[in-house]
């Protein structure tokens, strides 16, 4: 046993309103400035929908992330890392900035300084790249809350493999958001395909981090990330991505992200895990297993054997007591309501999502039953609005089980929690329906719900 | 252990092995023991660019001070006295243990905020028309005197349309403070000595937002006697069932609440996008098993989130609040009486109180409340005011009741103590089925009889009727039925044994307002609406009255949105859910509390030097002065119950008139002639103007300005405008506001109202006129199309360069502004901005003005006596000598006021003496400021020099501030305490203890700088926080027995005014949206046109909030434009798009008869088929081109819109229905409009 601790985050979907607040103060904190203009760090993705950059999850396309090997071993999935380091000098297999998009400002100032003219004065749009008019037909957020869905959902990569499922009709209309980060990969990907060593994940942490200083340029690191999170700065010449805001979190506050999320949607918290156990986990051969392969690389910091190994592997004890009281052990472990994002990409990623719950009841209503019941509530399960397969190719490498029982889990709470709410005795048989006891909904309850900022970081 | 068979894991190839394993000795860096990847320890420097980034100075606590209602408090980052980002504080205190917070508040358009400082649309400088500034110097030059300066342009036809027709067309050029101040004050001078201080206008929104901002150029309109524009109603977001069933302007629960309730609507109120932070509690108390239900006509952020979506035609949402209150009132009140529904009925609301019925043809129709004064002399109750003593009768005995706590006992003498809701044992009949029979009068009386009742469910929404009956009983010469018997009958809720047509059963789609009738109306399933109503009810009946509705733009703003909301608050109030936390109205369009009213009041409207202000409808100003009115294509019997009645040939202008001279509602400019020199008249003819001015308007030879408003002496002349985006945002019609009040160049495709359907009453001149304005200057940080159209415009500080207070309906805490840096460039505050403004002007008044006394024509007035002017609601015009004029009853009050005006700079910065001597009055309360006058005037030490001498001195904004907070019982303990004292002996009940765990507390700025501080308890507001509690509106009238401030004192279903029976709404009706194609012969939604200019569609045009900007910043922001689509766009149906051939992206181009808009499609299979969205406020200074039809800039959101006036709103001096500030008014809805959409030319020209 290594054990090793890593900053996580989990974000809790059900929660998500789309309103980009967590886009904007990451970008207005980190990279609002040259060379970064079309930069998220954070961005937030209407899914259904293309992302950004769009298609990033085409692996086919794009090759990100981890392949298994016939013969079962780990292997970059742009090549392995001698080609990578072989074709060093090659255009890299990355997003052109029309992928991304071109970013943009307007002549403001036209506006003051017009001279008396004919017509009113405007701000015409021009490239932040070429400083020229431009035709604004792209940015990083183009299909926000389905625009543009006729033409631009049926490029979503994700809905490619469930589409039979969605109608693009009114009636059938779904749709959530999927902000993301840099996933802080337990396998990163990036660092992996760095042929200059420049990305490195912090020992105390595991922040992955590019050093400016080593960094080369090569762009390697951009097609490695799966998750295109990496990004090239044209400015500087070197790559950046999120930093998991760490001058933040080594003086105790959160990172940008989470802390203005009005949602209240984002935990953050410690997570001890074994490293030895990660290249085997992440080369399980059955993409299904990878979500309980990571799940096990995961210790549980109450056991006094971990305790003790995480001291002697120089964890200073409040970074144990830290993990013993992290939302992210709780979301993920003891109530089983947190999933990884695309663990089929074998980078072993350190976000994880609560799946998005509703709109539950409204197909059951339709049938003129009891929306309330507890036994209706589960069966609307399966026939969500989002169809759970849509959520397991996002989260479960297409299993749809394991969506299927967290979704349970909160509609459970939602009944348990009614009985009490309105002064009635709550049944413990909603929480044993769903493998819980009554006090383990109160508990989740309290952090989903409450969600109080002292037990949310 | 381990598996022999499988290789253990590695990487791919053990060439690579060797080199990552040889990596481990040339980096400083470890290399994962199964060479993955790189670990590192210590030695931080490769980190330093992102530690750098991160470092800086202080953080300063700030927010956003316009419109937006989440008075959310901002860290505000600095670094090198440079403004480098935002986020949100999370510091509030907690709303309990046992609830989530409310921290963080924020959203991304705020957190977008701090990019206007240093933007290139920033306002660095101040500026001035160049063709204006060359006249002006010239003129000055040689007259030598700015105001001669400026009589001398604006006095010569040919020079003055030259610069107004320049208006919007660039040529801004630089001038200095100290000139561009000059020619402001100059206008102002030369404006109120030539045609009087009413032909100026002052028009700043929201005040909750920032106070200080907002008061400082109130308190200088005030002073001079400029009238105030208002914002509420002309907004649209007013929502007019507020006066009239609560008579309150609008008290809703703190977002806080929502998690309180047990079963939570969304209606027509897209939470996640205009409420961003409040959108957690709803998310979150779902977890605690709220039940959520969408009513969206797209699939809106929200829809995501409930249980269940309803999405209903736009505009049809009152027939399916029809539908759930039939099903409501037929299972929770006539298959069974629930007695807690029941119980509430009885104690809060008008129900049980009796109605007359007047004979028509061959039944009845539905007639006034039958008062006290219709009871025999010796009748307990009667005494004074009998007229507005509404009456029950007494379920046991049958008999008459006038129980306490209608508005005959507010403010007599006798009703002290009796203004209260104590029943004193009896027990009203909620109908008069129900009550013995003793009180049957003698003679042979029917035990029920048919009435008449208006419907307008027709496909054009005309007028039909519909006969019901009620049973009936006789007091005195009346036959009387209650108004929960009417109720019944209006929503279709049969009995046995009535008279009438009455639907069969909830399938029954042929009668208002069953369940299958809402279908065929909405295109909601009958079985769903029924379910929901059923739901909503069953969940109140359980938990005490945890049932609530938000309801939002969605729903409020349409032309007929009162009576849509008069549909909600029927449910929300016989489900008893009014008055409780978790249940009830939450109303979220635009309603902004000023929780420190009194001390705000008192500020804003200079009412510590001179009393009454000016205030006006800001809707029916524009209606006029814009000339909208000329344009009008109907008359106002075309809207009414039974056309052909009061109203016929009857235009709205007309009403407007009616109502102006009446002393419903304010009316400025007042009369053809200046206020001053009216005034003098009456002192030259050696009369009081209480006897010079009735004559002279009786004779004719003084006649109201509403009645002649192109008429030249009736123009407003002066238009200052700060924290506001006039033209390029809320300018319903704006291309009329171009064309008329601007006189310059405009898209306006309307033809005049033909000859045969122009006013009655109001003059009709034959030349329009073009740029009415003399002056619009405006105060902005950034270019809007108001900067871009102003002659003078100021560079104003952002809300992060100064002093100020913020408060908000959505969460309990008083928050501040503090400067992160000092304003940069040339701008100033507002607060500066206004004092030089008023220095200058005191200067200048020297020479041309000096001390002038002004007529100020007040309206009846809320909340005062003046309700009491108009017994049963019976109208009579002394113009047509129905009555006499007379002040403050039959026609506006009038009130001379002296002004100095070389003082008024000394009096914006001191407090004046009418606090002490006058006290303040806050909603009929009166609180005695001499004690706070004097604490203040240490606090803030006394001002110097002039009539400010010894006075407390309010010459900073911070002392404002704690102006605003020492006087009002929101902020200050003792206030609250004493003003719940002074109400206890009106009430007659204990009320003071509400406030008493505070009563020593006096918050001051000090305090709101450190954190958002809570409020306390006080009688300005109707909901109690006392212990803790969540705000919920009304819980102290529930709890406490206090009335509301209506004619029963309850809260009302039925409303017996003339023009309300005239209209057909004396209860809550279904009214479709008005049809456009009926009245002004616009396309019919749905149809499809092949023209020259392609294929085009007629679409319901709606403009709701955008996501990319609301409130706390603009349509322009750059970070903003990043995450949309970068420019105006218009959402539509992958449907209708088809049938124009549209593709995502593509340009369209919007036309209606009121102007032209150029977008980018967003084409989207969420959007319903047969309507899309422009967004509000998409300004046409972003990527707008010239449009292909009128060749000029493509227009903004509100360029297909125009001002539609519901002659109801202008309904005044009676109980409820009278006049308050943003409390009544006809509101700028802009709902109903349709237009043509088609496909242009993809290669713009801008």
């Known amino acids: 046993m290594r054990v090793m601790a890593q900053m996580a985050m989990v974000m809790n979907l059900d929660k998500c309103i789309g309103c980009h607040t967590c886009s904007v103060t990451c970008k207005q904190a980190w990279t609002n400035r040259s060379g970064t203009e079309y930069v998220w760090f954070n961005n937030v993705e209407t899914r259904p929908g293309q992302g950004y950059p769009r298609t990033y999850q085409d692996q086919d396309t794009w090759q990100g992330g981890w392949t298994l090997t016939k013969r079962g071993r780990l292997k970059l999935k742009a090549g392995g890392r001698l080609k990578n380091l072989a074709t060093i000098f090659a255009s890299p297999k990355m997003p052109s900035m029309s992928d991304y998009y071109e970013p943009w400002t307007y002549d403001y100032e036209s506006l003051t300084t017009a001279p008396a003219q004919q017509h009113t004065p405007v701000a015409r749009p021009k490239s932040l790249l070429s400083g020229k008019d431009m035709n604004i037909s792209w940015s990083a957020n183009w299909d926000d809350n389905l625009a543009g869905s006729t033409e631009i959902v049926p490029g979503d990569p994700v809905l490619a493999k469930v589409s039979d499922k969605v109608k693009l009709e009114f009636e059938q209309t779904f749709m959530f958001y999927l902000p993301r980060i840099c996933e802080h990969c337990l396998n990163p990907a990036c660092a992996a395909s760095c042929p200059s060593g420049a990305i490195y994940k912090r020992e105390e942490d595991g922040i992955v981090l590019v050093d400016q200083d080593a960094c080369r340029g090569w762009r390697k690191c951009v097609t490695g990330c799966p998750y295109k999170k990496v990004y090239f700065n044209h400015r500087t010449g070197k790559a950046e991505k999120c930093t998991f805001c760490f001058p933040r979190i080594e003086v105790g506050l959160p990172t940008v992200c989470a802390e203005t999320c009005v949602g209240r949607l984002r ?71 947190a999933l990884p994002l695309h663990p089929e990409y074998r980078t072993m990623p350190m976000v994880w999502y609560i799946p998005p719950l509703s709109p539950v009841v409204d197909v059951v209503a339709e049938t003129g039953e009891d929306a ?86 | 252990m381990t598996t022999q068979q499988t290789p253990p894991p590695g990487l791919d190839t053990g060439i690579v092995e060797g080199l990552l394993k040889a990596r481990r000795f040339f980096k400083p860096k470890e290399v994962s023991a199964d060479l993955r990847t790189l670990h590192q320890k210590g030695g931080r420097d490769a980190d330093t660019f992102y530690r750098d980034r991160w470092a800086h100075d202080k953080v300063v606590r700030s927010t956003h001070g316009v419109n937006c209602t989440g008075s959310c408090s901002w860290k505000v980052y600095v670094k090198d006295g440079i403004i480098t980002w935002e986020a949100q504080q999370t510091d509030y205190p907690s709303a309990g243990p046992d609830r989530p917070d409310y921290e963080p508040r924020g959203c991304p358009r705020g957190a977008a905020f701090s990019w206007y400082t240093y933007s290139p649309t920033r306002v660095r400088y101040p500026y001035v028309r160049g063709v204006l500034l060359e006249m002006y110097r010239e003129a000055k030059a040689r007259l030598g005197d700015p105001v001669l300066a400026w009589r001398d342009i604006t006095g010569d036809p040919e020079r003055s349309k030259r610069y107004k027709a320049a208006r919007g067309k660039g040529g801004l050029v630089r001038a200095g403070w100290g000139e561009a101040v000059e020619m402001i004050a100059a206008a102002h001078v030369a404006t109120i000595a030539d045609h009087g201080p009413d032909r100026i206008a002052g028009f700043s929104p929201i005040p909750a937002m920032s106070m200080v901002s907002h008061g400082v150029g109130s308190r200088f309109y005030s002073l001079i006697g400029g009238a105030m524009l208002s914002f509420y109603d002309w907004y649209a977001d007013l929502p007019v069932a507020s006066p009239q069933v609560f008579g309150d302007q609008t008290d809703v629960p703190e977002s806080g609440d929502w998690w309180d309730a047990g079963y939570l609507i969304m209606w027509g109120s897209n939470v996640p996008v205009t409420r961003t932070p409040d959108a957690h509690w709803m998310v979150e108390a779902r977890y605690r098993g709220q039940k959520v239900i969408a009513v969206a006509p797209d699939y809106a952020d929200n829809v995501k989130f409930a249980d269940e979506w309803l999405a209903p035609v736009p505009g049809t949402d009152g027939a399916l609040a029809m539908a759930m209150g039939h099903v409501v009132l037929k299972e929770f009140f006539v298959d069974r009486r629930t007695p807690y529904f029941v119980d509430y009925a009885r104690s809060y609301t008008d129900l049980p109180f009796l109605i007359r019925l007047e004979p028509d043809g061959e039944g009845y129709v539905p007639g006034k409340f039958l008062t006290a004064a219709d009871l025999p002399p010796g009748t307990p109750g009667r005494g004074e005011h009998d007229e507005f003593k509404t009456v029950v009768l007494e379920e046991s005995t049958g008999a008459p009741v006038v129980p306490n706590g209608s508005l005959g006992f507010r403010f007599g003498e006798a009703g002290a103590g009796k203004w209260n809701l104590d029943l004193e044992g009896v027990a009203p009949a909620l109908s008069v089925a129900d009550a013995a029979s003793a009180a049957a009068g003698p003679g042979a009386v029917p035990d029920a009889v048919p009435v008449t009742l208006p419907r307008f469910d027709t496909p054009d929404g005309a007028a039909a009727e519909i006969v019901r009956g009620v049973p009936v009983r006789r007091v005195g010469a009346h036959l009387v039925t209650t108004v929960f018997d009417l109720l019944l009958a209006q929503y279709g809720v049969g009995r046995d044994g009535l008279p009438g047509k009455w639907p069969t059963g909830y399938d029954d789609a042929t009668s208002p307002c069953t369940p299958a ?99 006006m409808i800001q809707t029916a100003y524009w209606f006029l002065h814009t000339d909208q ?23 709205t202008a007309d009403i407007l ?42 004779s004719g030879d003084l006649r109201f300005a509403a009645e002649d408003p192109d008429a030249p002496e009736n123009f407003p002349r002066v238009l200052g405008i700060w924290r506001s985006n006039l033209l390029g945002s809320s300018a319903k019609g704006d291309e009329y506001f171009l064309r008329h009040l601007l006189g310059t160049d405009h898209s306006v495709n309307a033809s005049e109202t033909p000859a045969d359907k122009r006013p009655r009453d109001v003059v009709w001149r034959d030349e329009a006129p073009a740029g009415k304005l003399d002056l619009l200057f405006t105060l902005d940080f950034r270019m809007t199309s108001t900067t871009i159209f102003s002659d003078i415009v100021l560079p104003a500080a952002t809300w992060y360069e100064k002093y100020d207070l913020s408060s908000t309906d959505m969460h309990p805490y008083v928050n501040s502004f503090n400067p992160a840096i000092a304003p940069p460039w040339q701008a100033r505050t507002d607060f500066e901005a206004f004092h030089n403004i008023a220095a200058e002007f005191s200067e200048q008044a020297r020479a041309h003005l000096g001390t002038r006394k002004d007529l100020v024509a007040v309206p009846l007035t809320h909340d005062t006596p003046d309700a009491l002017a108009t017994p049963s609601g019976i109208v009579k015009d002394w113009k047509f000598g129905e009555c006499e004029p007379i002040p403050g ?94 109400l206890e002996q009106r009430t007659g009940q204990p009320m003071a203890d509400l406030a008493a765990e505070h009563e020593g507390k006096r918050i001051r700025f000090a305090d709101t700088q450190a954190a958002p501080t809570p409020v306390i308890t006080s009688p300005e507001w109707s909901g109690s926080e006392s212990g803790g509690r969540r705000y919920s509106a009304f819980t102290i009238n529930v709890e406490r027995l206090k009335p509301w401030h209506t004619l029963s004192g309850r809260q009302s279903f039925y409303l017996d005014h003339d023009w309300m029976s005239e ?17 002004f012969g616009e ?73 032209v808009v150029v977008a980018r499609a967003i084409v989207s299979h969420r959007m319903p088929e047969g309507t899309v969205y422009m967004h509000h406020a998409q300004d046409r200074l972003i990527d707008v081109p010239l449009s292909e039809k009128s060749g000029k800039r493509g227009g903004i959101h509100n360029s297909l819109t125009r001002i539609m006036m519901k002659p109801t709103h202008l309904v005044g001096g009676y109980a409820q229905l009278s006049y308050a500030f943003n409390y009544i008014g006809p509101t700028g809805n802009q709902r109903d409009e349709v237009t043509l959409i088609r496909r242009r030319s993809q290669e713009v020209q801008y």
């Open chain 2, 657 to 698: 008139a009616q109502s102006a001279r009446l002393g419903w509602s304010p009316s400025y400019p007042t009369f053809d002639r200046s206020s001053l020199q009216v005034v003098d008249d009456a002192e030259a003819a050696g009369q009081d103007v209480g006897t010079y001015v009735p004559a002279q308007l009786k």
């Open chain 2, 1083 to 1155: 396309t019919p939604v749905g149809e499809r046109a092949d023209g020259t200019a392609g294929t085009t569609i007629a679409v319901r045009y709606l403009t709701p909030h955008n996501k990319w900007s609301i409130h706390s910043e603009y349509q322009d922001n750059l970070l903003m434009l990043s995450l949309s689509r970068g420019g105006p766009a218009v959402w539509m149906s992958n449907l209708d798009a088809a049938k124009i051939g549209v593709s995502d992206n593509d340009w369209i181009e919007c036309v209606n008869r009121n102007g």
């Open chain 2, 889 to 982: 009853r039959t026609m506006p009050k009038l009130v001379v006021v002296e002004r100095d005006y070389t003082a008024i700079a000394d009096k914006m910065r001191s407090a004046g003496p009418l606090l002490a001597e006058l006290g303040a009055t806050t909603k009929g309360i009166t609180f005695d400021l001499a004690h706070e006058v004097d604490l203040l005037r240490d606090l803030n030490g006394p001002a110097r020099g002039g009539v400010a001498e010894g006075r407390p001195a309010l010459e900073q904004d911070r002392q404002v501030c704690e102006f605003i907070l020492s006087l009002s019982g929101t902020t200050n303990g003792h206030l609250a305490t004493a003003g719940f004292h002074t």
């Open chain 1, 267 to 337: 935990y953050i918290g410690l997570v001890l895990y074994d490293a030895d156990l990660v290249l085997a986990a992440a080369s399980v051969p059955d993409e299904k297993d990878l979500l309980r392969a990571q799940r096990d690389c995961f210790l549980d910091p109450h056991d006094p054997t971990v305790v003790r190994a995480a001291e002697a592997a120089g964890i200073a004890h409040d970074w144990v007591l830290a993990a013993q009281r992290s939302p992210i052990w709780s979301l993920i472990n003891d109530y089983e309501v």
């Open chain 2, 629 to 651: 009115f000329r344009y009008d294509a109907f008359t106002a019997d075309e809207l009414s119950g039974r056309p052909g009645g009061r109203w016929a040939g009857m235009t």
């Open chain 2, 1063 to 1079: 209209i057909g709404e004396n209860m809550p009706i279904y009214r479709p949206p008005l049809n456009m194609a009926v009245l």
């Open chain 1, 372 to 457: 309330e019941d507890p036994g209706n509530l589960f069966a609307a399960i399966d026939t969500l609005r989002i169809p759970v397969e849509y959520l397991a190719e996002l989260f479960t490498a297409g299993d749809p089980v394991p969506v299927t029982n967290v979704l349970r889990r909160l509609a459970a709470m939602r009944s348990y929690m009614r009985e009490i709410n309105m002064g009635r005795e709550p049944e413990e048989s909603i929480a044993t329906a769903v493998g819980m006891t009554g006090a383990d909904i109160r508990g989740m309850y309290r952090l989903l719900a409450l969600a109080k900022y002292d037990e949310r970081y």
């Open chain 2, 517 to 615: 009738w809402q279908e065929a109306i909405t295109g909601v399933p009958a079985r769903k609406a029924a379910k929901i109503g059923r739901e909503f009810a069953a969940n109140a009946e359980e938990s005490n009255g945890r049932s609530m509705i938000l309801m939002g733009a969605g729903t409020n703003h349409w032309f007929h949105s009162d009576a849509i909301y008069r549909a909600f608050l029927t449910l929300t109030t016989i489900t008893g859910s009014q008055g409780r936390n978790g249940g009830g109205w939450a109303h979220y369009v635009g309603q902004e509390k000023v929780r420190p009213l009194t001390g705000f009041t008192q500020y804003a409207n200079a009412l510590d030097w001179s009393r009454p202000p000016r205030h």
